[in-house]
């Protein structure tokens, strides 16, 4: 496959580093609040890039924090704590948001048909890790304390902007610039790592440390949850665009740092999905989440394929109208796909052709545009329907549309048909069994009586020298 690369700003041929197998890591949520549609935009895209590798053959052990501490409103440690605004807005304990949204988001992400990954952990499950990640940092001199918190010494680290480009002049592209300044700092891209002095009062979650009770800056936990699962060398690692600086920028400082040497080779980045207004964002409250599209009246695969139909590194607009456009679309394909008569054998010959095209199509830096042209392809041709339900099978490892399923439905309802059918075959032979036997005992009164009791049921008899034959009116 080839892949667009953050760190290199090319599109590289993907090589991880010990094939089959691919060591990924994604940034999970926030769990203060209902994920945005924008939000599940990067992790649908994340989804398709983590089946499109299984797709080729790679054995992809998948990783994915879920933030329950330490995220503050600005990226770059300043504003109000995340997690508390949302016990707050809600009279709830950190604890019970953290769950109550975590639980949400992978409801959204099941009606997304978006995988879970392999391993998901709670950045508060590995508070152990942190602190002895930050000790190493403090031991090789990466980190200081200041203001009775830790801070990592951006200055340290020999290329701290390779991620973005940036320069430290135009340093805060990116992070917010209503936030005030912290004073502790040496340099401005510094960033904490443990927080003593929690200027939150009613800060709720804290932990002992070896610096005084407190609690773990963001950045943090990515670098130690993928270390703990997947060890120092990861192979590819994914977000939304936002996350390249600081989050992702900082990421990698710390891990080099704590190391001794590169971290991860393969950078995914979602662009963003944006509303007349611009980004969508949580903290702007109002959010659309999937349960309004679904009380719009959309399937969740409606707005999937909407995503599917753009390519990831484009930002996209949303708009109902769009997406009534795709509702029609989707609902058309579902109409073609469940219309499809598969008898016989498919021809593997073909099968494996398509899937060729399909492999090259979205291989190509994720073009699942192009993949889902290919499917339309597909149904256009000439070939049997036996065929396209295979390779339409193969497809959806990779599209996760519903077509599968589809596929299936329409299967088991023309069996249902089929049943229903003999159930009914039997039902009216005995009928006539019945008449017969009226007939023969010249009790004409009764065999009209089944005849008429038949007619109000839709079936005709018909009466010939070889027997009694029956038809559906
Ligand atoms: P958060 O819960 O804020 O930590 O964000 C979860 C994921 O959604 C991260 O990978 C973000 O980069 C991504 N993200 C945030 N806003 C958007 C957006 N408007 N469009 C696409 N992805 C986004
Ligand atoms: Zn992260």
């Given at each position: 496959?080839?892949?667009?690369?953050?760190?290199t700003?090319t599109?590289e041929?993907?090589v991880?580093n010990n094939?089959?197998?691919?060591?990924?890591?994604?940034?999970g949520?926030?769990?203060?609040?209902?994920a945005?549609?924008?939000?599940l935009?990067s992790?649908?895209?994340?989804d398709?890039?983590?089946?499109?590798l299984?797709?080729a053959g790679y054995d992809?052990t998948?990783?994915?924090?879920?933030t329950?501490v330490g995220?503050?409103s600005s990226d770059?440690?300043?504003g109000?704590d995340k997690?508390l605004?949302?016990?707050?807005?809600?009279?709830?304990?950190?604890?019970?948001?953290?769950e109550?949204?975590?639980?949400?988001?992978f409801?959204?992400?099941?009606?997304?048909?978006?995988?879970?990954?392999?391993?998901?952990?709670?950045?508060?499950?590995?508070?152990?890790?942190?602190?002895q990640?930050?000790?190493t940092?403090?031991?090789?001199?990466?980190a200081?304390?200041a203001?009775?918190?830790?801070?990592f010494?951006t200055?340290?680290?020999r290329?701290?902007y390779?991620?973005?480009?940036?320069?430290a002049?135009?340093?805060?592209?990116?992070?917010?610039d209503?936030?005030?300044e912290?004073t502790?700092k040496?340099?401005?891209?510094?960033?904490?790592?443990?927080?003593?002095k929690?200027?939150f009062e009613?800060?709720?979650l804290?932990?002992?440390?070896?610096?005084g009770?407190?609690?773990?800056g963001?950045h943090?936990?990515c670098?130690?949850?993928?270390?703990?699962y997947l060890?120092?060398y990861?192979?590819?690692h994914?977000?939304?665009v936002?996350?390249i600086f600081?989050?992702?920028t900082?990421?990698?400082?710390?891990?080099?740092?704590a190391?001794?040497?590169?971290?991860?080779?393969y950078?995914?980045?979602?662009?963003?999905?944006?509303?007349?207004?611009g980004?969508?964002?949580k903290s702007?409250?109002?959010?659309?989440?999937?349960?309004?599209?679904?009380?719009?009246?959309?399937d969740?695969?409606v707005?999937?394929?909407?995503?599917l139909q753009?390519h990831?590194?484009?930002p996209l607009?949303?708009?109902?109208?769009?997406?009534?456009?795709?509702?029609t679309?989707?609902e058309?394909?579902m109409?073609?796909?469940?219309?499809?008569?598969?008898e016989g054998?498919?021809?593997m010959?073909?099968?494996q052709?398509?899937?060729?095209?399909?492999?090259?199509a979205?291989?190509?830096?994720?073009n699942?545009?192009?993949g889902i042209?290919?499917?339309?392809?597909?149904?256009?041709?000439?070939?049997?329907?036996?065929t396209k339900?295979?390779s339409?099978?193969?497809?959806?490892?990779v599209l996760s549309l519903?077509l599968?399923?589809?596929?299936?439905?329409?299967a088991?309802?023309?069996?249902d048909?089929a049943?229903?059918?003999?159930?009914?075959a039997?039902?009216?032979?005995a009928?006539i069994?019945?008449?017969?036997?009226?007939?023969?005992?010249?009790?004409?009164?009764?065999a009209d009586?089944?005849?008429n009791?038949?007619?109000?049921?839709?079936i005709r008899?018909?009466?010939?020298?070889e027997g009694t034959?029956?038809?559906?009116?």
């Open positions: 496959m080839r892949i667009y690369n953050t760190l700003k599109v041929e993907f991880p094939p089959p197998q691919v060591k990924m890591y994604t940034c949520p926030t769990v203060y609040h209902y945005h549609i924008g939000n935009r992790y649908i895209m994340e398709v890039l983590e089946k499109y299984r797709y992809v998948r990783v994915m924090n879920i329950d995220h503050l770059g440690d300043t109000e997690m605004k949302g016990a707050e807005r809600e009279h709830k304990t950190v604890m019970e948001i953290a109550f949204y975590t639980k949400a988001f409801d959204d992400c099941a009606k997304l048909r978006i995988k879970r990954p392999d391993i998901v952990q709670p950045a508060t499950g590995c508070i152990d890790e942190f602190i990640m930050i000790g940092l403090l031991e090789k001199d990466y200081y304390k203001g009775e918190n830790i801070y010494d200055s340290k680290v290329d701290y390779c991620l973005t480009g940036h320069s002049d135009n340093l805060m592209v990116g992070v917010r209503d936030v005030d912290d502790n040496r340099n401005r891209a510094d960033f904490v790592l443990w927080f003593t929690s200027k009613n800060q709720q804290k932990w002992d440390s070896p610096w009770v407190g609690y773990p963001w943090i936990e670098s130690c949850i993928a270390c703990k060890g120092e990861l192979d590819i994914c977000g939304g936002d996350n600081p989050h992702h900082n990421e990698i400082a710390q891990s080099e740092a190391f001794g040497h590169k971290w991860c080779n950078w995914f980045h979602v662009q963003h999905l944006n509303e007349r207004g980004k969508m964002s702007k409250g109002n959010i659309l989440t999937v349960s309004v599209l679904e009380d719009e009246g959309y969740p695969m707005y999937r394929l909407f995503c753009s990831y590194r484009k607009e949303f708009s109902y109208d769009v997406m009534d456009n795709m509702k679309v989707y058309s394909l109409k073609r796909v469940k219309a499809l008569k598969p054998e498919p021809d010959a073909k099968v052709e398509y899937r060729q095209k399909f492999t090259d979205v291989g190509e830096d994720l699942t545009s192009l042209t290919i499917l339309y392809e597909l149904l256009k041709d000439s070939v049997s329907d036996a339900a295979e339409i099978r193969d497809f959806d490892k519903g599968t399923e589809a596929l299936d439905e329409a088991a309802g023309s069996g048909e049943g229903v059918d003999a159930d009914l039997a039902y009216v032979e009928k069994q019945e008449r017969l036997q009226a007939k023969a005992a010249k009790d004409y009164a009764k009586a089944i005849r009791e038949l007619a109000a049921q839709g008899l018909k009466d010939s020298k034959t029956w038809e559906k009116a």
